[in-house]
C-alpha cells in the first residue's frame, strides 16, 4: 500500500473506532457505515475532515450530521429489510445513504432543491437505486408514499409534527431531535402501537432546526 492509501485505511479505522466507543454496536449499522464513504458528502474545504466524528458545513448553511449520531438514530430506528422509510431533512445525503443499505426503500426529502439534486447525483454515482429524493416541506410528512415503517426527522421540531405521526405504520418507529434549535434537544424515539405512542428519550443532541414552507431556490 503506498503512503496515502495507509493514511486512508488508518482513518476509516479510526472513524469506525470512534463509532463503536460512542455507543454505535449494531453490526448491521457499522457495516453499512463501513461500507458508505462518507467523503463524497461533503465538499470543498472540508472534504479533508470526513472521517473525524464531526458535524461539517454543507451548502444552504445546513450541516452534515456527527456520524457518531448518524450511527446512534440508525440503531434506534431497529430497522428491518422490508422496511419503508421516510427521511426528513436530507441534506447531504449521507445518511438516507446509510438508510439505503438497511431498508427496502428511502424516500427522503428536503425544503433546499440544491440539496435534493446534489445527493441525488450521489446517489445516481453510487448506484443506490432505492432512494427516491424528494423537494417537499417534511413537516407535512410525504402523503403520497405513506404510511411509513420507519420515519428519521434530522432537523429538530419543538414537538413530533401531528402529520409525520399520522403517517407511521402500527408498529412504526419515529425518531426524532426535540427541542428548541438553540437549547438543549433530545433525540426521541416514538413507537406507533395499537394502543398509541409510545416516546422514550434517549441523548441529547444539537441539530438545525426544521423550517417551515421551501426554500427560496425550490
Ligand atoms: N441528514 C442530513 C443532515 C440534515 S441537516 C445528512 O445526512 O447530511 C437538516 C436538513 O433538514 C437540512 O438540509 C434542511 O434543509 C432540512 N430541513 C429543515 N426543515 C425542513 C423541512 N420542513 N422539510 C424538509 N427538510 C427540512
Same mark, same amino acid.
Given at each position: ?18 463509532? $463503536? ?5 449494531? =453490526? @448491521? ?39 457518531? /449520531? ?7 430506528? @431497529? *430497522? ?10 436530507? !441534506?447531504?445525503?449521507?445518511? =438516507? ?7 427496502? @426503500? ?22 443506490? &437505486?432505492?432512494?427516491?429524493? /424528494? ?14 415503517? $420507519? *420515519?428519521?426527522? &434530522? ?6 409534527? !401531528? ?7 402500527? !408498529?412504526? *418507529? ?14 426521541? @424515539? ?15 443532541? $444539537? ?12
Amino acid at each position: 500500500m503506498s503512503d496515502a492509501e495507509d493514511d486512508i485505511a488508518e482513518r476509516k479505522m479510526q472513524f469506525l473506532f470512534a463509532l $463503536r466507543s460512542k455507543g454505535v454496536t449494531d =453490526a @448491521r449499522v457499522l457495516s453499512a457505515m463501513e461500507k458508505i464513504d462518507r467523503g463524497p458528502f461533503i465538499r470543498g474545504l472540508f472534504s479533508e475532515r470526513a472521517y473525524e466524528d464531526m458535524p461539517l458545513p454543507i451548502a444552504c448553511g445546513q450541516t452534515i450530521s456527527q456520524p457518531s /449520531v448518524v450511527g446512534l438514530m440508525t440503531q434506534a430506528l @431497529r *430497522i428491518e429489510p422490508r422496511d419503508k422509510i421516510l427521511e426528513v431533512g436530507t !441534506g447531504s445525503g449521507y445518511q =438516507a445513504a446509510i438508510l439505503s443499505q438497511l431498508a427496502r @426503500r428511502v424516500y427522503t426529502v428536503d425544503r433546499h432543491k440544491r440539496l435534493v439534486r446534489e445527493a441525488s447525483a450521489i446517489f445516481n454515482d453510487l448506484n443506490l &437505486t432505492n432512494i427516491t429524493p /424528494v423537494v417537499a416541506d417534511g413537516s407535512f410528512g410525504l402523503p403520497d408514499q405513506a404510511p411509513f415503517d $420507519r *420515519i428519521l426527522v &434530522t432537523a429538530a421540531a419543538e414537538d413530533p409534527p !401531528g402529520p409525520l405521526l399520522a403517517q407511521l405504520k402500527i !408498529g412504526g *418507529i419515529m425518531v426524532v431531535p426535540v427541542g428548541q434549535s438553540d437549547t438543549v434537544q433530545h433525540l426521541i @424515539r416514538v413507537t406507533h402501537t395499537e394502543q398509541g405512542f409510545e416516546y422514550d428519550e434517549l441523548a441529547p443532541v $444539537r441539530f438545525v432546526p426544521l423550517v417551515e414552507g421551501l426554500g427560496k431556490d425550490a
